[in-house]
């Protein structure tokens, strides 16, 4: 069974090139369908994996939307569509993710912002992992270099579980630039990094600021990290001497809110 096909026929740019270009999974695809943002050039549900309120909603959102859909004979149909076997029953072929100019960006935020800037983080898991606390901690936007970095993947979506749809993502083509344009707006520029001489809690975070993260291996870059004007490290007890990257992100994203909201 297909719906309707989307009116605009031009053809647009996919995510990637065969299981790459799909989003799988009942919260991935259902947070995707409920934004409205990003728009999936096709949707395929097997009608028995979902209960019947989700699938309810699927099928309007679909309608509503003018979204081209079909519905799967059984699991079996989907998973030999994207090749993998935990697709609850859902699954969207998108197109490439919808980022935006950093001036956009800069023009929509709030009167106290709070952005992360993510330095390399190559790991799509990790990349997930931090749009996930950055949606649930009230990040204002995500800013990225063009080089180094794993853009906005399949496996970034999915490890997300639909919080990409709801960030503003910026690319840029030099980090270092970028902090220097926020500088001259007086933010905050933090630095997340184990040769850090104060913990999260002795900064002031509740003016405007923008936390930088590091690569998995390499940390922040040199250049960028002699502009940050607060460089600070998460206490450890443990023996492992540094956090994984999205584990350092949402902790020090809570630590925003926490001092946002605590009265």
Same mark, same amino acid.
């Given at each position: 069974?297909?719906?309707?096909?989307?009116?605009?026929?031009?053809?647009?740019?996919?995510?990637?090139?065969?299981?790459r /270009?799909?989003?799988w999974?009942?919260?991935?695809?259902? $947070?995707?369908?409920?934004?409205?943002?990003?728009?999936?050039?096709?949707?395929?549900?097997?009608?028995?994996?979902?209960?019947?309120?989700?699938?309810?909603?699927?099928?309007?959102?679909?309608?509503?939307? /003018?979204?081209?859909y079909?519905?799967?004979?059984?699991?079996?149909?989907?998973?030999?569509?994207?090749?993998?076997?935990?697709?609850?029953?859902?699954?969207?072929?998108?197109?490439?993710?919808?980022?935006?100019?950093?001036d $956009?960006?800069?023009?929509?935020?709030?009167?106290?912002?709070?952005?992360?800037?993510?330095?390399?983080?190559?790991?799509?898991?990790?990349?997930?992992?931090?749009?996930? /606390?950055?949606?649930?901690?009230?990040?204002?936007?995500?800013?990225?270099?063009?080089?180094?970095?794993?853009?906005v993947?399949?496996?970034?979506?999915?490890?997300?579980?639909?919080?990409?749809?709801?960030?503003?993502i910026?690319?840029?083509?030099s980090?270092?630039?970028?902090?220097?344009t926020?500088?001259?707006?007086?933010?905050?520029?933090?630095?997340?990094?184990?040769?850090?001489?104060?913990?999260?809690?002795?900064?002031?975070?509740?003016?405007?600021?923008a936390?930088?993260?590091?690569?998995?291996?390499?940390?922040?870059?040199? $250049?960028?990290?002699?502009?940050?004007?607060?460089?600070?490290?998460?206490?450890?007890?443990?023996?492992?001497?540094?956090?994984?990257?999205?584990?350092?992100?949402?902790i020090?994203?809570?630590?925003?809110?926490?001092?946002?909201?605590?009265?």
């Amino acid at each position: 069974m297909v719906g309707r096909k989307r009116k605009n026929s031009r053809k647009k740019p996919t995510l990637g090139n065969h299981q790459r /270009s799909w989003i799988w999974g009942q919260h991935a695809v259902l $947070e995707m369908l409920r934004a409205g943002r990003w728009q999936p050039l096709s949707v395929v549900i097997c009608e028995e994996l979902l209960d019947a309120a989700l699938f309810a909603e699927a099928m309007s959102l679909l309608k509503l939307n /003018s979204i081209e859909y079909r519905l799967a004979d059984d699991a079996a149909e989907i998973e030999n569509l994207i090749h993998a076997r935990d697709h609850q029953g859902m699954a969207a072929n998108m197109t490439e993710f919808p980022t935006v100019a950093l001036d $956009e960006l800069m023009e929509g935020l709030p009167e106290n912002p709070f952005l992360l800037l993510l330095d390399r983080v190559q790991d799509p898991f990790n990349f997930g992992s931090i749009l996930r /606390s950055a949606d649930l901690f009230g990040v204002n936007g995500i800013i990225i270099g063009e080089s180094e970095q794993v853009g906005v993947t399949s496996h970034v979506a999915r490890s997300s579980v639909g919080a990409v749809n709801y960030l503003n993502i910026a690319t840029v083509a030099s980090l270092p630039e970028t902090v220097q344009t926020l500088l001259e707006k007086s933010y905050q520029i933090v630095a997340a990094t184990e040769k850090g001489t104060s913990s999260p809690s002795q900064i002031d975070l509740q003016k405007p600021v923008a936390i930088v993260i590091g690569n998995e291996g390499k940390g922040i870059q040199h $250049e960028l990290l002699a502009l940050c004007n607060q460089r600070c490290a998460i206490p450890q007890v443990g023996h492992i001497d540094s956090l994984n990257a999205a584990v350092a992100a949402g902790i020090l994203c809570y630590e925003v809110h926490r001092q946002r909201t605590t009265i």
